[in-house]
């Protein structure tokens, strides 16, 4: 009974790391550059999953043979590799909270405990490019941008420069009636490490936005000030609704 139940979890752990991947929702939690690992770990947990189902249909067989002293010393090797009840709750509960809380990336919430880069990038998992970004302006995201930001030695440079960027709303006390912030979450490893960057962004209808709401921002970026600090702000000429990302991360360079 137990190995079967184990066979059971193995597998059915398996699987639903194997379901992260197909449907894309892997990427909420770590780097696209482990998910080959995550495969890997699937495939295996399956492989090892059937072969305790094997060997469980073998000890059935044993039983049902009638081969005592066989399956008492068969039975003894395997208590001797087992895990208690207590590991498989373990084993059993990624699959559990899987299934009960249902997949998404982090966002405005998960800010409040995190100290948030704006207008630079100042972070520990920010990349330690010395270059300015060389792609055109409305293909930059907010990563591109900050670091553009960090380089360069006059904010007043940006004045007028086009810029076409997605994330998701955050506001907080510092911000005016008619100013939020376009985030993104960038990310090295894993979403435990992942660093809140984003844009601020002036636009009069800012009040008609929902925190967490993903949009697309279409404006220019002019000479401004934030939080008493100098800074490139994106006035924006067009708000949209979006859908999130099929990766809602950034990652460094």
Not at 13 to 27: A, E, M
Not at 117 to 144: C, F, H, M, W, Y
Not at 222 to 242: N, R, W, Y
Request: hydrophobic fraction near 45%; aromatic fraction near 12%.
């Amino acid at each position: 009974m137990k190995s079967s139940f184990k066979a059971l979890v193995l597998i059915a752990l398996g699987l639903f790391l194997y379901s992260r991947i197909y449907n894309g929702t892997l990427l909420y939690y770590i780097s696209e550059r482990f998910a080959w690992l995550t495969l890997f770990a699937a495939i295996g947990f399956i492989i090892v999953g059937a072969s305790y189902r094997y060997r469980a249909a073998q000890t059935h067989q044993h039983e049902h043979d009638g081969d005592d002293e066989h399956h008492q010393h068969d039975h003894a090797g395997h208590q001797h590799g087992n895990f208690g009840w207590g590991a498989l709750l373990v084993v059993a509960l990624p699959v559990i909270l899987g299934l009960l809380i249902p997949p998404k990336p982090l966002g405005a919430a998960a800010m409040s405990n995190r100290e948030i880069s704006v207008g630079s990038v100042n972070s520990a998992t920010a990349p330690k490019t010395t270059q300015i970004i060389s792609r055109p302006t409305t293909e930059k995201n907010v990563l591109d941008w900050l670091i553009d930001f960090r380089l360069a030695q006059d904010p007043a440079a940006f004045a007028d420069q086009e810029a076409k960027v997605i994330g998701f709303v955050y506001r907080d006390e510092r911000f005016g009636m008619d100013q939020f912030m376009v985030s993104r979450f960038v990310l090295s490893c894993c979403a435990a490490d992942a660093a809140p960057l984003g844009l601020v962004v002036k636009w009069p209808e800012t009040n008609n936005l929902s925190s967490d709401q993903w949009v697309e921002v279409s404006g220019r970026l002019q000479p401004g000030e934030f939080d008493g600090e100098p800074m490139p702000i994106l006035i924006a000429e067009k708000v949209t609704s979006t859908d999130v990302p099929d990766q809602p991360y950034l990652y460094p360079y």
